[in-house]
Each structure stands twice: as structure tokens, then as C-alpha cells.
């Protein structure tokens, strides 16, 4: 049986795969710019991809394998691009293979890691996967460009059938998007010249595609389609790789599993809908015991801001589809037009509350488990306020006041002439960044109270600046991530480069630091993530080890907050052996 109404269109990514033996995964990624077909609006528009495609390519390897990605820069504008995972240095090959941790040159977040790979260049990205299992990604990280230039990064166990739960019949893997009609690396470079936040985004995308719910023509057939067998049991490995927006995820008539969120194996638990921020990645099982037919995968966006943004202006209302069509369905099914989940509310917040909340790790022999105990903690504010325009804003208006985003009220700016960690292995600091970023706010107030909103003297936020915070080798680190409600209240996806970090408690309001001694803090089976999502008026408390030497930002996965400053740098200090100590950089490290 066919969905007759439609033409199919299978959104496939391309397996970019070792076989399972191999030890060493290498492709080549030709960042280039084309042509694709607007929506809901006539004519292309021309945007950044990877070899010709967006998403792009796949990247699929086992625990323990060394991938290698040559990036060939032929767009007109410079690109670094990012691997959701700790990094691992791996020697050439022709150095026996040895491993030695801590190594963060193929990081790739522009100016902090790395100079960006400039237009005509070229860069090899070599990294060791070691200590991972699950799903993530990759994505530029140079201005707007990843809204196109994303992809999946599938690292399977080291042995076939590895996995802490009953193998499924089959893999699907979505990723999550945004789609603009114009170039996004414009629009961005319009924004921070005027001041005024970009457009959102024309369409939410499912593989690269809107689906069937925009009316119009130019979204008839395309549609992405994932092909089920009745009562077999799919790995869903589900990807947010959107700029600006949160998701509601659901299948009609399908309940889910989740057994993993940023490629750390959870305790099952069952849902029917999936709360997914900005960086974040969850694998769900998906049992396909429904009355064969056609059903329809959605997307809709969580919107967490209060006050609540008024449509169309405030946000995209839009919900985005995909099909989920039954193969082996009799010639008596109905083939009409698919079933449509009933979605969330937009401002739903006690559902993406409820999911977030309900996730544990599943304990297994050998792997991380929650520090007890904490050498340095950190209570940080996370939010916006306000400021001048600043001298590279030559469209501002300088008689009003722009929104920039803080940490502690410190708005971060990257350096220009020299990337960060360059600068640390050199020594030359001076002059590049400063090691004060602040371990409390300056002044403490009531952080959420909606009554602040407004209040131009705590809303104050100075011109942005490159503060650090150093860490010693292996501290243990807690840190409080407090949202403030100065220009409104706000969920931020906080993500952390280098470590994953444990999630041991999270709530709404302010923290007052005695939810440990409440007996709130999980130190059992807390959740652990690359990303956590900041409760709109709340706060989430985070641990970890800083073992991995090197420079590590961390940011707001919302981009439009990460570009006005939402973001701040781990200055993690050498150990004392030379497997703990940073190693020189590659040869062909980018020069600025």
C-alpha cells in the first residue's frame, strides 16, 4: 500500500560508514554554496551545505574508531564545524595508534578552538571516539551557516549488538530544522549590524523538509517518509539541530521509549510526546502496533518565553510533518491522507517540564557516575539585558537602547586575531582574553520575579568582553545555572564543549542553595547531557570533571542569544603526566 495522496519522497542521508571492524572512519566534506527552492514563495535561494545536500552526510562509527574529516572550504564564507562528543587526540597512524586524552584542536567552534577555515582552504579534523555510544551530531560553528550546514554523527557499540536494550529491527534517523528563505549568514549579518533580532524562521524542516501542512504548491512532495513494518521495533535517533527553537515531537497513534538523550544511555522511560531543545538528541524506541496505514510524524514548536510572544510576530506557529507508512499494509487499509497527532500547546511548559524532569542514566559497570564531592562551585545568572550599540553595529539606532545576552552579567565576545586555545598553548593570553570570569552575579536580587521585567538598572549590561574561568586539572565543579526575568523569562539550552555534565536537580524560581540539603539533589542516577534546558524561570544545577585540558565554551544553543554574547570559556589547566598535558597543534591548524 502507498499514501496515494502524495508522490513519496524518502529523505535518506547518506551512510558515510566503516565497516564494522574498521578502526578508521575518513571522509571529505566539500562546503560549498547552491541553489534550493524557497518555500511557500517562488524562486531559490542560495544557501551553504555539504556535499550538496542538507542535511548533510552521516557520519557512522564504532566506540573506539578514529574518524577523519578532511573539510574543503569553496563557500565564500569562513567555516569551522563542531563534533558533539568529547575529543580524544589520535596520533597518526603511523604512531602505533596511541590514544592520548585530552586534546581539543578539532573541537571547531570558531575563535575559541580554532581560526575559521577560510574560503579556498582546506582542514582535517582527526578525533578519537572513545567513551560514547548513541547519537549526535555535527554542525558548522561559524555564525548562522548551521541552519544548512548540520549533520548526524551515529557512534554504534564497539561489538555488534551491544546495546544495553533488545536490538531493534531497524535505525531511523531525523533531524530537526529551520528553514529561512533568504541566506541565513546574511540575515545574521544584518541583525548585529542593526541591532533588531533576525526573522524567524519561514518553515520548521524534518530531514530537510517542511512536509504537507504548508499550503502551498511548493511543498506538495516534499515530504520525507520512513517506511515501518507492523509490530517491529525502530531506534528513532532524533536530532534538534534548529538554531532558535525548542520542539514537541510525536507520532499519531505511536507511543515511545526513550533510552537515550545526548548519547548517554537513560532508564526507559515511556511517552508519547518528546520534548527536544536546541543541541539536544534523543533515542526512542518506536513499537510499529498500530492498524497498518499512514500516519503523520510532527514537529511544533515549544515556546517558553513569558510574557508568551504574541503571533505571527513573536514566533512560528507552524507544525511540520513527515509519513509513517505501514509497507506490509492490507489492499482493505485506508490509503487516505494520514493521521495528525493532536500537538502541545506552544506555550506548554509543565509537558516539556514533565519530560525533561523524568529522565535518569541508566547505571552500568564502568561508565561515569556523579561526583560526591565539589572543588569549585558556581552560581550563574543566564538571561538578557540591555546595552549600546556597539562600534560594529554601523546600522544601530544609538538613541535606544540592544538587547545583548549575559552570563553573570558579562556578555562574551570572541577575540579576533588569535583563537583562545592558541593562545593558551602559547602563553599569550595577554591581550586575547582575561581569567576573571565571576563565580557569582555581582549583585544578588530575586532573580525571576516577574515585577523586574524592565528594570534598566539591574537589565545593565556593559560592553561585551573575553573572561574565562580557569580550572585546574580533574576539579570537580558545580554550577548553578540561574535564569533572571530582566527582559523576560526563558528557557536556554545550556551547552557545555568537552565534558558531558550531570543534571542533579533542577526547579522553577530562584535557587536558594539548599536543595542538596533538601535531599532534591539526585546523586544516584542523575541524567547526563551535553545540553541541559534551563527551566523558563527556574534554574537546573550541573557537576562535572574538568579532565580534558584545553579551552571549552560554553553557550546558549539558541543562537540568536549565543551571537549577543550568551556564552563564557573553561580555561581547563594541564595535568601532571604527558597523557593529561595539551599537545601541540596539528600541522594545519587554520591561521586568522
Not at 570572541?414 to 570570569?437: I, K
Amino acid at each position: 500500500m502507498s499514501c496515494s495522496w502524495m508522490i513519496p519522497v524518502f529523505a535518506i542521508l547518506a551512510f558515510v560508514a566503516s565497516a564494522a571492524q574498521a578502526d578508521v572512519v575518513e571522509h571529505t566534506f566539500n562546503v560549498a554554496t547552491l541553489s534550493l527552492p524557497r518555500i511557500c514563495q517562488p524562486g531559490n535561494t542560495s544557501v551553504t551545505a555539504v556535499n550538496g545536500r542538507v542535511p548533510g552526510p552521516q557520519v557512522e562509527a564504532r566506540e573506539g574508531d578514529t574518524v577523519v574529516i578532511h573539510v574543503i572550504n569553496d563557500s565564500p564564507y569562513n567555516v569551522t564545524v563542531h563534533w558533539y562528543m568529547y575529543l580524544t587526540y589520535s596520533s597518526p597512524p603511523d604512531v602505533h595508534g596511541v590514544f592520548q586524552r585530552g586534546t581539543p584542536w578539532a573541537d571547531g567552534p570558531a575563535m575559541v578552538t580554532q581560526c575559521p577555515i577560510r574560503p579556498g582552504h582546506r582542514y582535517t579534523y582527526r578525533f578519537a571516539v572513545a567513551g560514547q555510544e548513541g547519537t549526535l551530531w555535527w554542525h558548522a560553528h561559524s555564525s548562522y551557516m548551521r541552519a544548512t550546514v548540520y549533520g548526524a554523527l551515529v557512534i554504534r557499540p564497539r561489538r555488534a549488538g551491544g546495546y544495553p536494550f533488545p536490538t531493534p529491527y531497524e535505525e531511523k534517523t531525523i533531524l530537526l530544522g529551520e528553514w529561512w528563505n533568504g541566506d541565513p549568514v546574511a540575515l545574521e549579518s544584518q541583525s548585529f549590524s542593526t541591532g533588531i533580532p533576525a526573522p524567524n524562521a519561514d518553515a520548521y524542516t524534518i530531514n530537510g523538509m517542511p512536509g504537507d501542512s504548508y499550503l502551498c504548491p511548493e511543498t506538495t512532495n516534499r515530504i520525507a517518509k520512513f517506511e515501518v513494518r507492523r509490530d517491529k521495533t525502530y531506534l528513532l535517533r532524533i536530532i534538534n539541530a534548529a538554531l532558535n527553537t525548542a520542539f514537541f515531537f510525536k507520532v499519531a497513534g505511536h507511543t515511545f521509549t526513550v533510552i537515550a538523550a545526548d548519547a548517554s544511555y537513560t532508564e526507559p522511560y515511556a511517552t508519547d510526546v518528546i520534548v527536544i531543545a536546541p543541541g539536544q538528541t534523543v533515542d526512542a524506541l518506536m513499537a510499529a502496533d498500530a492498524s497498518p496505514g499512514c500516519y503523520h510524524m510532527a514537529i511544533s514548536s515549544y515556546q517558553s518565553a513569558i510574557p508568551f510572544p504574541p503571533r505571527p510576530a513573536g514566533f512560528n506557529g507552524n507544525t511540520s510533518t513527515a509519513v509513517v507508512e505501514y509497507v506490509d499494509a492490507t489492499a482493505t487499509t485506508d490509503a487516505g491522507s494520514p493521521v495528525l497527532p493532536v500537538m502541545p500547546k506552544p506555550n506548554d511548559t509543565y509537558t516539556a517540564n514533565q519530560f525533561y524532569t523524568s529522565l535518569t542514566a541508566l547505571i552500568r559497570p564502568g561508565r561515569r557516575t556523579v561526583p560526591l564531592t565539589v572543588d569549585t562551585r558556581m552560581l550563574v545568572t543566564v538571561g538578557l539585558g540591555f546595552s549600546s550599540c556597539q562600534p560594529e553595529q554601523t546600522q544601530c539606532n544609538r538613541s535606544a537602547p540592544v538587547v545583548l545576552a549575559n552570563m553573570n552579567n558579562v556578555s562574551f565576545a570572541l577575540p579576533n586575531t588569535v583563537s583562545m586555545l592558541e593562545a593558551l598553548y602559547r602563553n599569550t593570553a595577554d591581550g586575547v582574553y582575561t581569567r576573571d570570569f565571576p563565580d557569582q552575579p555581582p549583585v544578588a536580587f530575586d532573580y525571576t520575579s516577574r515585577g523586574l521585567l524592565g528594570n534598566s538598572p539591574l537589565a545593565s549590561t556593559g560592553s561585551p568582553s573575553t573572561k574565562v574561568k580557569t580550572l585546574r586539572y580533574n576539579a570537580t565543579v558545580e554550577m548553578v545555572l540561574q535564569n533572571t526575568a530582566l527582559v523576560g523569562l526563558e528557557s536556554h539550552p545550556m551547552h557545555l564543549h568537552g565534558f558531558n555534565f550531570f543534571v542533579v536537580a533542577q526547579g522553577f524560581g530562584n535557587n536558594d542553595g539548599e536543595a542538596a540539603g533538601a535531599g532534591e539533589f539526585n546523586l544516584v542516577n542523575p541524567q547526563e547531557r551535553n545540553t541541559v534546558a534551563v527551566p523558563t524561570g527556574g534554574w537546573a544545577v550541573i557537576r562535572f570533571v574538568a579532565d580534558n585540558p584545553g579551552m571549552w565554551a560554553m553557550h546558549c544553543h539558541i543562537d540568536s542569544h549565543f551571537a549577543i554574547g550568551l556564552a563564557m570559556v573553561f580555561e581547563v589547566e594541564s595535568g601532571p603526566t604527558p597523557g593529561t598535558t595539551l599537545p601541540p597543534p596539528p600541522p594545519d591548524l587554520p591561521q586568522c
